[in-house]
């Protein structure tokens, strides 16, 4: 039977809890660990009379290659958690994800095996973004299943923090490994070791998650005999469209917080405000940090407060402050730290967007509805927001600000337009469309 929505977290929620957001870091990790050795990995995996241009080109078409295989790997995956379980696609995407990535320190490079070596990390690459494409709404949703009701946000949040410090941990690891290495050291081998960890620590997380029950929305719906009778994405597609038009623009406001606030923000600092390598990640960290930390309070208040107010005033927020920071400079490292963990803050505004998403869908289609306007939403916006945002500052250096303004403009009318009767909407219901 379902939890007793009134019920306060208990001792199994905090381990699912704790397991499903330690996994999704593990697996943030691996995804994006390539792209700290995008340089080491192009003179290894091409041949060496490429121009560094074609060389860097083609290394980054490998790493955006797992972008494009997320959506058709988190549909296949959501298709069978619909169907088979929530628990099974669970544990597969890390599975998944752990050993191409072991793979991948494995690997012979170009040297050995010719043309062979990029191709087979090509095949790994994609093998990777399948299993992120299955992960993250699958983690959404097996852990709002699980939980009270009036604690979805909260769990919601904390699990997108954890995703988040996936990405710190792969910046520090990267960090350790080239100051304590010399390039030559990291060249010869050293780059070998990110992704065993990686592979290791994603196989143990694994080997942990065995130990986490089936969600108890999808053993009632079991027991009603409530499984989706058709196609699950058909169903998504023809009857729910409105969720998945909230869910997609939602994603955008995720991937354009995410990708240009922290992502490509260190690099804009050192090119247009002429900030050190080292002040630029060290601020970076900072707002890393704060952004887990404000997924985490996002998620707090929207239980409380609902998911219209949470986007209106935490917008409101994320544009304020993330124009804060854009016009505040490099020249003083303490103002710059300052105004860049309060950007990272006020994107973790992000963290209340599985909320939406898991009321936004009813629970025989949950996964797939989450999966496909997720993952499809993040490789549209999310590959094209770094081409958009580059070409805008042809027009302004201030192109990153303005574009983020924008989007918490969209947030805010987002918020506006979520139904009332969202909030503490129990996950057994018929999803947007009911209650709009």
């Known amino acids: 039977?379902?939890?007793?929505?009134?019920?306060?977290?208990?001792?199994?929620?905090?381990?699912?809890?704790?397991?499903?957001?330690?996994?999704?870091?593990?697996?943030?990790?691996?995804?994006?660990?390539?792209?700290?050795?995008?340089?080491?990995?192009?003179?290894?995996?091409?041949?060496?009379?490429?121009?560094?241009?074609?060389?860097?080109?083609?290394?980054?078409?490998?790493?955006?290659?797992?972008?494009?295989?997320?959506?058709?790997?988190?549909?296949?995956?959501?298709?069978?958690?619909?169907?088979?379980?929530?628990?099974?696609?669970?544990?597969?995407?890390?599975?998944?994800?752990?050993?191409?990535?072991?793979?991948?320190?494995?690997?012979?490079?170009y040297e050995t095996l010719g043309i062979t070596a990029p191709l087979l990390l090509l095949a790994l690459r994609i093998l990777q973004g399948a299993a992120i494409?299955?992960?993250?709404?699958?983690?959404?949703?097996?852990?709002?299943?699980?939980?009270?009701?009036?604690?979805?946000?909260?769990?919601?949040?904390?699990?997108?923090?954890?995703?988040t410090i996936g990405i710190l941990l792969g910046s520090f690891v990267a960090t350790l490994l080239n100051t304590f290495m010399t390039p030559q050291g990291v060249l010869q081998g050293g780059w070998r070791i990110p992704f065993f960890l990686g592979g290791f620590f994603g196989l143990v997380a694994m080997y942990l998650r065995r130990w986490l029950r089936e969600t108890p929305v999808f053993i009632e719906m079991q027991i009603r005999k409530a499984l989706a009778q058709?196609?699950?994405?058909?169903?998504?597609?023809?009857n729910h469209k409105k969720a998945v038009l909230i869910s997609m623009l939602l994603t955008w406001l995720l991937s354009a917080g995410i990708v240009v606030v922290i992502l490509m923000a260190p690099l804009w600092l050192q090119q247009q405000m002429g900030a050190t390598p080292s002040l630029a990640l060290k601020a970076n960290c900072a707002a890393i940090i704060a952004l887990a930390v404000g997924c985490v309070i996002t998620?707090?208040?929207?239980?409380?407060?609902?998911?219209?107010?949470?986007f209106i005033t935490g917008c409101v927020m994320l544009g304020v402050f993330s124009w804060l920071f854009y016009h505040t400079g490099a020249?003083?490292?303490?103002?710059?730290?300052?105004?860049?963990?309060?950007?990272?803050?006020?994107?973790?505004?992000?963290?209340?967007?599985p909320y939406v998403m898991v009321h936004a869908f009813p629970s025989p289609v949950r996964f797939s509805g989450i999966s496909f306007s997720y993952?499809?939403?993040?490789?549209?916006?999310?590959?094209?927001?770094?081409?958009?945002?580059?070409?805008?500052?042809?027009?302004?250096?201030?192109?990153?600000?303005w574009y983020v303004l924008g989007l918490s403009v969209m947030g805010v009318l987002l918020g506006i337009c979520l139904p009332s009767g969202l909030r503490h909407k129990p996950p057994l219901t018929g999803g947007l469309n009911s209650i709009a």
């Open 299 to 310: 998620g707090a208040v929207i239980d409380r407060v609902g998911a219209g107010k949470t």
């Open 1 to 109: 039977m379902p939890a007793d929505p009134q019920r306060r977290l208990n001792r199994q929620d905090y381990k699912t809890l704790s397991l499903a957001a330690l996994g999704g870091a593990l697996e943030f990790y691996d995804f994006i660990i390539f792209v700290f050795f995008a340089g080491v990995m192009g003179k290894l995996f091409f041949p060496p009379d490429l121009p560094e241009w074609l060389r860097q080109l083609q290394t980054f078409g490998i790493f955006a290659a797992g972008y494009l295989a997320r959506p058709l790997g988190g549909i296949i995956m959501a298709h069978f958690g619909d169907k088979a379980g929530r628990k099974k696609m669970f544990s597969l995407s890390i599975l998944l994800m752990a050993l191409p990535t072991l793979m991948m320190g494995l690997l012979p490079t």
């Open 230 to 238: 058709e196609l699950p994405l058909k169903s998504v597609v023809m």
């Open 133 to 163: 494409g299955g992960e993250v709404p699958g983690a959404w949703v097996f852990v709002a299943e699980h939980v009270p009701h009036k604690r979805i946000g909260f769990a919601c949040g904390t699990l997108t923090a954890g995703l």
């Open 331 to 353: 020249d003083r490292p303490l103002p710059l730290y300052i105004t860049y963990a309060l950007a990272g803050l006020s994107v973790g505004v992000v963290g209340g967007v």
């Open 375 to 401: 993952n499809v939403a993040y490789a549209i916006f999310g590959g094209l927001t770094p081409v958009m945002v580059t070409m805008l500052m042809r027009i302004s250096p201030m192109a990153p600000s």
